[in-house]
C-alpha cells in the first residue's frame, strides 16, 4: 500500500496560511456532520484541508486518504480509508478489516455496517478526509460511502473534497437537516488581501496596488491561476503590459499560462516534467527508472524550488505528486513532443514496481505501456493475492484489459481466472476457464513444472465446482485425481483437504482421517491458516456426530486459532467450527446455545457457494426452532433447505438432512366456547330441534318478543348473521352436559 495516499500533501514553499479559512473549518466542521467541499481543478482544496489538518486541535484525530483512479474497486477504496482510520487510531476499523478480504461479502453489506459499530464505540472523535472522490465511479464504492453519510455517528467528522458535485450522496438530505457544510469555489477563492500577499512572495518586484487587484478580479481569486501567472509574469519587465494580456476564464488561463510556465524552461526541465508526468506519484528512484536517468534528486529539488506544482506527499520529501491541472498539461506536452515514448515510460515503470512489490501500480502502467506480455506475466502471479485481499473487482478490470483470447492462450492466466470465479462462487465459469487452462498447456515449449502445476490445479478447481453445485460422488473422483498428479506443496495441500471433505459428504469418516492428516502436515509452518481451519473444523463436526464433544471442542479451538490468521475467521469456510459448537451444544439440550453458532455458521455460509453446508446448518436451526416452539421459523428454513438440496444431483451424506426432518403444524387455536346463559342455551338447542320462534315461545312460557330479544344477542356471541347460521352452530357445538349456573334472563 502506497502510504502517501494516506498522508495529506505538505506545504508547498510560500505557501498562503490562509487563518481565516482554517478558522471557519474549525469553527463548523464538527463530529457528526458531513464537511463537502467542491470546487475544479486548482481552487486549493487539499491545501487548505492539509493545513487544517496540521493545525486542528488534537491534529493526531484526522485521518486522510487521496482517491484516485485506481480505486474504483469497494475492497480497495475501504482498504484505504480503514487504513487511514488505523492510523489516527490503532484497532480502529479492524472488524471490517477483516471482513474486506472474506469471500462473499460486501462493502455495503458488511464492511461499512461494522465500521458505523466501531466508530459508534469510539469515546473520542475522529476526522476523515477523502481527497478528489471525483475520480471514485464505481456504483457500489459511491453506495458504501452514501450509507457511512447517512448514518455517520457523533464521533466521526467526515469530510470529502471533489472537483464535481458527488451525485450519489444524500445531499438534499443532509442540507435540509443542517447537518452539512459546504465549501465551493467562491468559499476557497483568495481575497484580495491574500492575492496581494502570495504575488508579493512570488515576484521578484511587488505589483502595485492597482496592479494587484486587476489581476486579482481576472483570476476572480483562484489559487492556481495567480500562481500560474506569477510564474508567467516573472521574467517580464513590465508587469502592468503582462497582467493586460491575461485574460479568459479559468481553463484557458491554466492551458495558455501554462504553455508560456513550460516554454521558458531549459530542455532537460521541460523533458524531466512531461517524461514524469505518467506517474501519479513520484520518487527520485521511481523517476530515475522510469526516464532512464540519473538526475532525479536535483530536478526535483530544482522543481520544487521553482514552485513548479509540484506537491510533497510526506514530511521527508521523497515522495511528491504535481498539482493535477500541471499534470494534465505536461501529458499533453509529452503526447505532442515525443507521443511513442509514452509506453516506453509506462513499461519502465511497471519494472520499477513490480520489483518493489507494488502489483496494483505495476499492472495499471503494464496495462497503459499496451505490454501485453509483460502485463500477462504481472496478473498471471498476482492475480490471485489481490483477489484475496478483497479487490475483486480489480482483477476483474486486468482480465478484461487483457481479453478473452490472451487469457485463454496462457494456463497460467486460465488457471487465475477459474480461480477468482471460484472465489466468486461461480462454478459453471470455474469449469469452463480450468478446460481453458488445460487446452491451453499443450502448447509445445510450455515448462514441465508449469504443465504438471496447471493439471493438478485443474483438477482441484473442478472438484470444486462438482462441491459447490451438490454433486458429491464426482468431487471424490476429481479429488483422488489432483492427489495423482505431480504437483506443488500448496496444490497438494489442497487436494488432500477437499479429498477428506468429501469423503466426510459421503459419510466416511474414519476414512476421511487420512487425507485429513496429510493436508495438515502438509500446512504446517506453512502459513496455510485456511486449509487448517477447514481441516480442524471438518473433524470438529464429525467428532460433534460421534458425540465425542471434548474432542469437538479441541478441533474447534484450533480451528479458531487458525482463522485468525490472515482473516480467515471471517471467510466463508469459518463456517465449519461454528457448526461444530453448535451441533455439539444441541447434543447437550442447549438449543439456544445451539442457535447462535448456526446463526453465525449461517451468515458465513451466505458469502459463499456451498449449497450443501447451507442445507445442513438451515435444517439444525429449523431443529432448534422446533425444540424452542417457533414453528413458523422451523417451517421456513426446513422449505428453504429443501429448495436447495432439489438442485443438488448428489448430496451425500447430511448430519441435519432436511428430508428426514417432520415439522409439526401449529395447533389450530380453539375457539372457547361463547358465554351462553342458560336460557340461551335451551333456545338454541330448540331452534336446532327445527321448532319455530312461536313454538320455542310456547315450550318455554315466554313471549315470541322475548325469544328475537334472545335471538339477537345469540347471532355475535356465537359469530353468525341468522337463524340458518345459529342451526348448523346448535348442530355443531352440542351443549356440555351437567348444570349451568348462570343467569337465565
Same mark, same amino acid.
Not at 69 to 90: C, I
Not at 265 to 291: G, Y
Not at 375 to 400: N, R, Y
Not at 584 to 610: C, I, N, S, T
Given at each position: ?6 498522508? *495529506? ?62 480505486? &474504483? ?16 487510531? *490503532? ?8 471482513? !474486506? ?6 462493502? @455495503? ?7 458505523? &459499530?466501531?466508530?459508534? +464505540? ?6 476523515? =478526509? ?17 450509507? /457511512? ?40 477563492? /483568495? ?14 518586484? *511587488? ?20 500562481? !500560474? ?17 491575461? %485574460? ?55 522543481? +520544487? ?19 493535477? !491541472? ?18 516506453? !515510460? ?18 495499471? #502502467? ?28 480489480? $482483477? ?47 502448447? *509445445? ?37 489432483? =492427489? ?6 500448496? %496444490? ?49 463436526? =464429525? ?13 474447534? $479451538?484450533?480451528? +479458531?486459532?487458525?482463522?485468525?490468521? #490472515? ?5 466463508? &469456510? ?48 429449523? @431443529? ?55 336460557? +340461551? ?24 318478543? %322475548? ?19 345459529? $342451526?348448523?352452530?346448535?348442530? &355443531? ?7 349451568? #349456573?348462570?343467569?337465565?334472563?
Amino acid at each position: 500500500m502506497l502510504r502517501t495516499k494516506l498522508t *495529506p500533501p505538505g506545504p508547498q514553499p510560500g505557501a498562503l496560511a490562509r487563518a481565516e479559512m482554517v478558522a471557519r473549518l474549525d469553527a463548523e466542521m464538527l463530529p457528526g456532520r458531513l464537511g463537502l467541499v467542491v470546487a475544479p481543478a486548482g481552487w486549493g482544496k487539499s491545501a487548505l484541508l492539509a493545513s487544517w489538518c496540521a493545525q486542528h486541535p488534537p491534529r493526531d484525530r484526522c485521518g486522510w486518504f487521496s482517491a484516485d483512479d485506481a480505486d &474504483n474497486d469497494p475492497g480497495r477504496f475501504w482498504t484505504y480509508v480503514l487504513a487511514a482510520l488505523a492510523a489516527v487510531q *490503532p484497532g480502529l476499523g479492524d472488524g471490517a478489516t477483516q471482513l !474486506l478480504s472474506a469471500p462473499g461479502t460486501t462493502a @455495503l453489506g458488511d464492511v461499512v455496517p461494522a465500521l458505523l &459499530n466501531d466508530l459508534a +464505540e469510539q469515546s473520542e472523535a475522529v476526522a476523515l =478526509i477523502i481527497d478528489d472522490y471525483q475520480t471514485v465511479t464505481h456504483r457500489e464504492v459511491q453506495d458504501s460511502v452514501a450509507l /457511512l453519510v447517512e448514518r455517520i455517528p457523533p464521533t466521526l467528522c467526515l469530510i470529502i473534497a471533489s472537483r464535481t458535485q458527488p451525485s450519489a450522496l444524500p445531499i438534499a438530505r443532509w442540507r435540509g437537516r443542517g447537518r452539512m457544510v459546504e465549501l465551493t469555489a467562491a468559499d476557497l477563492a /483568495l481575497t484580495l488581501g491574500e492575492t496581494t500577499e502570495l504575488l508579493a512572495r512570488e515576484l521578484p518586484t *511587488p505589483p502595485t496596488v492597482e496592479d494587484a487587484a486587476r489581476l486579482h478580479e481576472r483570476t476572480e481569486g483562484w489559487v492556481a491561476g495567480l500562481h !500560474l501567472a506569477a510564474l508567467s509574469l516573472r521574467r517580464r519587465r513590465d508587469l502592468h503590459e503582462a497582467i493586460g494580456e491575461i %485574460t479568459g476564464d479559468n481553463r484557458r488561463i491554466g492551458d495558455y499560462l501554462a504553455g508560456e510556465v513550460l516554454a521558458r524552461q531549459p530542455d532537460e526541465l521541460r523533458a524531466f516534467l512531461r517524461r514524469t508526468s505518467i506517474l501519479q506519484r513520484l520518487s527520485a528512484p521511481l523517476c530515475d527508472a522510469t526516464t532512464a536517468g540519473t538526475d532525479a534528486v536535483a530536478m526535483l529539488a530544482r522543481i +520544487e524550488r521553482d514552485q513548479l506544482f509540484l506537491i510533497p506527499l510526506d514530511d521527508r520529501r521523497r515522495w511528491y505528486r504535481y498539482h493535477h !491541472l500541471f499534470a494534465d498539461v505536461l501529458r499533453r506536452d509529452l503526447e505532442q513532443t515525443e507521443p511513442a515514448l509514452a509506453a516506453v !515510460l509506462h513499461r519502465r515503470a511497471a519494472d520499477w514496481f513490480a520489483v518493489h512489490d507494488s502489483p496494483l501500480e505495476a499492472v495499471g #502502467h503494464a496495462l497503459a505501456g499496451g505490454d501485453t506480455a509483460q502485463a500477462a506475466e504481472l496478473i498471471a502471479v498476482h492475480s490471485m493475492p489481490v483477489c484475496l485481499q478483497g479487490q475483486v473487482d480489480t $482483477v476483474l478490470g486486468w482480465f478484461g484489459a487483457l481479453g478473452e483470447d490472451v487469457c485463454r492462450a496462457d494456463p497460467r492466466l486460465g488457471m487465475a481466472r477459474a480461480m477468482v470465479a471460484g472465489a466468486g462462487g461461480h462454478p459453471v465459469e470455474m469449469v469452463r476457464w480450468a478446460d481453458l487452462a488445460e487446452q491451453a498447456a499443450v502448447s *509445445p515449449g510450455l515448462p514441465v513444472d508449469l504443465v504438471t502445476s496447471v493439471h493438478a490445479g485443474v483438477a482441484v478447481t473442478r472438484w470444486g465446482a462438482a462441491y459447490f453445485s451438490g454433486d458429491v460422488t464426482v468431487s471424490v473422483r476429481h479429488a483422488r485425481a489432483a =492427489i495423482r498428479l505431480p504437483a506443488d506443496i500448496r %496444490t497438494l495441500r489442497q487436494a488432500y483437504a477437499a479429498l477428506g471433505w468429501s469423503l466426510y459428504r459421503k459419510g466416511q469418516f474414519r476414512e476421511a482421517q487420512a487425507p485429513f492428516g496429510q493436508a495438515m502436515l502438509l500446512s504446517q509452518d506453512r502459513g496455510d491458516d485456511l486449509t487448517i481451519m477447514v481441516t480442524c473444523g471438518i473433524q470438529a463436526i =464429525i467428532a460433534a456426530a460421534e458425540g465425542r464433544e471434548h474432542d469437538a471442542e479441541a478441533f474447534a $479451538v484450533r480451528a +479458531e486459532g487458525a482463522s485468525r490468521g #490472515h482473516s480467515a475467521g471471517e471467510h466463508f &469456510n469459518a463456517w465449519c467450527f461454528h457448526f461444530a459448537r453448535g451441533w455439539a451444544a444441541r447434543g447437550q439440550a442447549e438449543p439456544e446455545r445451539a442457535q447462535g453458532h448456526f446463526q453465525r455458521a449461517l451468515e458465513l455460509l451466505r458469502r459463499g457457494p456451498m449449497r450443501l453446508e447451507t442445507v445442513e446448518v438451515l435444517t439444525a436451526l429449523a @431443529l432448534t426452532d422446533r425444540q424452542l416452539g417457533r414453528i413458523d421459523s422451523a417451517t421456513d428454513r426446513l422449505e428453504e433447505a429443501r429448495g436447495i438440496l432439489e438442485h443438488c444431483p448428489d448430496p451425500g451424506y447430511l448430519l441435519a438432512d432436511p428430508r428426514a426432518v417432520q415439522i409439526p403444524p401449529p395447533p389450530v387455536p380453539t375457539r372457547s366456547a361463547p358465554a351462553l346463559t342458560r336460557r +340461551e342455551s335451551e333456545i338454541l338447542a330448540l331452534i336446532a330441534a327445527a321448532l319455530s320462534d312461536q313454538q320455542v315461545a310456547e315450550q318455554l312460557g315466554i313471549s315470541p318478543r %322475548t325469544v328475537h330479544a334472545h335471538l339477537r344477542s345469540i347471532y355475535p356471541k356465537i359469530g353468525v348473521r341468522g337463524r340458518v347460521g345459529a $342451526v348448523r352452530y346448535a348442530l &355443531n357445538h352440542p351443549p356440555p352436559a351437567g348444570p349451568r #349456573h348462570d343467569s337465565v334472563g
